[in-house]
T-cell receptor, first 113, second 112 residues
Framework: DQQVKQNSPSLSVQEGRISILNCDYT??????FLWYKKYPAEGPTFLISISSIKDKNEDGRFTVFLNKSAKHLSLHIVPSQPGDSAVYFCAAVGGGSQGNLIFGKGTKLSVKP | EAGVAQSPRYKIIEKRQSVAFWCNPI?????LYWYQQILGQGPKLLIQ????????DSQLPKDRFSAERLKGVDSTLKIQPAKLEDSAVYLC??????????FGSGTRLTVV
């Protein structure tokens, strides 16, 4: 049973436009959420995070929104750049996970020039 | 700050052979994780160490996988004997506060 779900395997966006990546979760006890970016042949790199007590966190071109009632979070990238093309993983901590990350399956973002 | 070091980067073995992976976490990080990432999936936890003690190994296939972190610093993950379905990227990560996690580049294992 997947506790963290990324239902879109891929997303294609034009350079300069907004990229919106979505993530749903089932465990209401998760208290911290993270987004990781992964290039081929590299390990995941931390991008941005949000605590469950907040509904928005912003860092430059990246903003994460959390809707606890809907158990949904989204990552917005504005403006999108070709270098943003990668696989993006949503991950959650807490809810009995003992501090380990529970990942979604990832969304492959392609930003076209 | 040096990152999480993993070796080897790539390994090809035949099924039923054994293989070992090594991880050196960021200095001072008490918590170390091994994740398995199968193609098209998200990383899945295999084992979590706090210093040299095991916190969670509930998803480790203990009939063939073993891991140790004897001195609470670096760690090794072993598979013996390997199966075709063990083909994956094995990621090591470390954390000092269970809020910030740093991953190594991973070891890509191919079992033929």
């Amino acid at each position: 049973d997947q506790q963290v779900k990324q239902n879109s395997p891929s997303l294609s966006v034009q350079e300069g436009r907004i990229s919106i990546l979505n993530c749903d979760y089932t465990n209401s006890m998760f208290d911290y959420f993270l987004w990781y970016k992964k290039y081929p042949a590299e390990g995941p790199t931390f991008l941005i995070s949000i605590s469950s007590i907040k509904d928005k966190n912003e860092d430059g071109r990246f903003t994460v929104f959390l809707n606890k009632s809907a158990k949904h979070l989204s990552l917005h990238i504005v403006p999108s750049q070709p270098g943003d093309s990668a696989v993006y993983f949503c991950a959650a901590v807490g809810g009995g996970s003992q501090g380990n990350l529970i990942f979604g399956k990832g969304t492959k973002l392609s930003v076209k020039p | 700050e040096a990152g999480v070091a993993q070796s080897p980067r790539y390994k090809i073995i035949e099924k039923r052979q054994s293989v070992a992976f090594w991880c050196n976490p960021i200095s001072g990080h008490a918590t170390l994780y091994w994740y398995q990432q199968i193609l098209g999936q998200g990383p899945k936890l295999l084992i979590q160490f706090q210093n040299n003690g095991v916190v969670d190994d509930s998803q480790l296939p203990k009939d063939r996988f073993s891991a140790e972190r004897l001195k609470g610093v670096d760690s090794t993950l072993k598979i013996q004997p390997a199966k075709l379905e063990d083909s994956a990227v094995y990621l090591c990560a470390s954390s000092h506060n269970m809020v910030s996690y740093t991953f190594g580049s991973g070891t890509r294992l191919t079992v033929v």
